[in-house]
């Protein structure tokens, strides 16, 4: 085994990045960095058919967006380039070769047909879909006749009899299969790319890679990718098997049917990528003093992916939105209203920003929330009458509201505390109720019974749009 410790996260572009797989990929960078080694970015695109055009980029630019970067790839290279599996097709086709010639691996010529006709027959006999070998036992005459027919072809691995393949999983302990169960899988399609199996034993053999850290769903390739090691003589990597986030309501794997599980669309709502990453890093893994606020660098120091929880772990949105409004409160004015700038509708009235924002700073959960939180300062509000009317009669109420707009409409000095003591004397002088009345107020000049500190709002709203406001409520309440 290398003594570097190397690590490697190998996306497919065949659709947008998930976050657990930027998880994953967290663990996977912040392990080769607490132990001294390199963490690689590999392109595994042998799936030609589900390739999406521009996801590659979107990949990358999206671990960049989360503050992730790998230290060889297919934008930096390095020591074992190319980083993209569609450019590494001789390499794989050298290595089936070597296999064929060894006798641990064979020609398929079976048509799509004949396939599809033996899943049909065995699923009716109630076994096991499988490939039933029909190709193994050509003598070499049959299969270079075939060859020389131009007869379309894969190549399989030839899966050894009566062996139990025992592999030990950094998060599981030991796990054993019988190759009775395993496949003869397919290792080159007949287009001349490798399957994922293949593709992912080479790379990670020749990429010196030898931790390989994947979510769960993976344990059941495991035994095909030892015996493609064993078949090559290779040393297979150290492996840990990380459990899948279940949806919010604990429900079954996290998927899209249950909403939207894209890393960009974590970042396009408004979470902030270090509350998000710090929510990854205690998804099923703690510190040692259970500390739940984590920086990267914190982090890198205290992982062990040992210590990952083997048990499915829910995606938990409660604490996430916990996690991003102690991390919004963290910013300084001059970092949050940089970063809240492009979550700002167009009819935002950006000369405010600076006198609104700090007004509802404290309850942003995600940046996004900045539109519904200071609607009502620059768009139309429309007014509840039993809302107004809670607590009081309709005669006292447009009194109230009649004797609140002279009060706003004579201050000459708009500032916060003339217009606290205007509202203030007027209330106190009428001795009306405090509660229903300020709440009557907030009501009547902003359409909400929540919302920041009332004589701040009122200021930054305006004194003529607040008349307005006032004279309108009246309108409502007649």
């Given amino acids: 085994m290398h003594t570097t410790v190397r690590?490697?996260?190998?996306?497919?572009?065949?659709?947008?990045?998930?976050?657990?797989?930027?998880?994953?990929?967290?663990?996977?960078?912040?392990?080769?960095?607490?132990?001294?080694?390199?963490?690689?970015?590999?392109?595994?695109?042998?799936?030609?058919?589900?390739?999406?055009?521009?996801?590659?980029?979107?990949?990358?630019?999206v671990i960049h967006q989360y503050g992730l970067d790998w230290d060889e790839g297919p934008d930096k290279g390095g020591p074992c380039a190319p980083y993209v599996q569609s450019q590494r097709l001789h390499i794989y086709k050298e290595y089936v070769d070597t296999l064929v010639k060894n006798g641990k691996a064979y020609f398929c010529f079976c048509t799509k047909e004949r396939l599809d006709q033996m899943r049909e027959d065995q699923i009716a006999r109630k076994e096991l879909p499988k490939y039933d070998r029909h190709c193994r036992a050509l003598s070499p005459d049959e299969i270079q006749q075939n060859l020389t027919e131009g007869k379309p072809y894969v190549v399989r691995l030839k899966v050894p009899d009566a062996e139990t393949i025992t592999f030990t999983d950094l998060i599981r302990g030991e796990i054993s299969i019988e190759s009775g169960n395993v496949d003869d899988q397919v290792l080159l399609k007949s287009d001349g790319f490798p399957t994922y199996h293949l593709a992912v034993v080479v790379d990670d053999h020749l990429m010196?890679?030898?931790?390989?850290?994947?979510?769960?769903?993976?344990?059941?390739?495991?035994?095909?990718?030892?015996?493609?090691?064993?078949?090559?003589?290779?040393?297979?990597?150290?492996?840990a098997h990380i459990p899948v986030f279940l949806n919010p309501d604990g429900q079954g794997k996290m998927s899209k049917r249950k909403g939207t599980v894209s890393a960009q669309s974590f970042l396009d709502n408004g979470y902030l990528p270090e509350a998000l990453l710090n929510f990854f890093m205690i998804l099923g893994w703690a510190p040692a003093d259970q500390r739940e606020i984590l920086s990267l660098e914190e982090y890198i120091k205290e992982f062990n992916p040992a210590h990952i929880s083997a048990k499915s772990v829910v995606f938990d949105m409660q604490?996430?939105?916990?996690?991003?409004?102690?991390?919004?409160?963290?910013?300084?004015?001059?970092?949050?209203?940089?970063?809240?700038?492009?979550?700002?509708?167009?009819?935002?009235?950006?000369?405010?920003?600076?006198?609104?924002?700090?007004?509802?700073?404290?309850?942003?959960?995600?940046?996004?929330?900045?539109?519904?939180?200071?609607?009502?300062?620059?768009?139309?509000?429309?007014?509840?009458k039993e809302l107004l009317l809670k607590k009081a009669d309709a005669a006292l109420v447009e009194q109230q509201l009649s004797q609140t707009t002279e009060a706003i409409t004579a201050i000459t000095d708009w500032t916060i505390p003339a217009l606290e003591q205007a509202i203030r004397t007027l209330q106190e002088s009428t001795d009306w109720?405090?509660?229903?009345?300020?709440?009557?107020?907030?009501?009547?000049?902003?359409?909400?019974?929540?919302?920041?500190?009332?004589?701040?709002t009122i200021h930054c709203i305006g004194q003529a749009e607040v008349v307005q406001r006032?004279?309108?409520a009246q309108e409502t309440i007649r």
């Fill in 7 to 61: 690590t490697r996260m190998a996306p497919s572009p065949t659709g947008e990045y998930h976050v657990g797989h930027i998880a994953t990929l967290l663990k996977n960078y912040a392990f080769a960095k607490q132990q001294g080694g390199q963490f690689i970015l590999r392109i595994e695109d042998t799936d030609q058919e589900r390739k999406v055009d521009g996801a590659v980029e979107r990949i990358m630019s």
């Fill in 319 to 384: 604490k996430l939105n916990w996690l991003n409004g102690v991390y919004i409160r963290k910013l300084t004015q001059e970092q949050l209203t940089e970063k809240i700038e492009k979550y700002l509708p167009a009819d935002f009235p950006r000369a405010q920003l600076a006198e609104i924002l700090p007004l509802i700073s404290e309850r942003l959960v995600t940046l996004k929330d900045i539109e519904s939180l200071t609607d009502f300062f620059y768009r139309p509000i429309s007014h509840d």
């Fill in 470 to 472: 006032l004279q309108a």
């Fill in 208 to 239: 010196e890679i030898t931790h390989v850290m994947r979510g769960e769903e993976w344990i059941s390739s495991t035994p095909k990718h030892i015996l493609l090691y064993q078949a090559f003589g290779w040393q297979s990597p150290i492996y």
């Fill in 433 to 456: 109720k405090k509660s229903q009345y300020f709440m009557m107020i907030r009501v009547a000049v902003t359409g909400r019974t929540a919302t920041p500190p009332l004589f701040e």
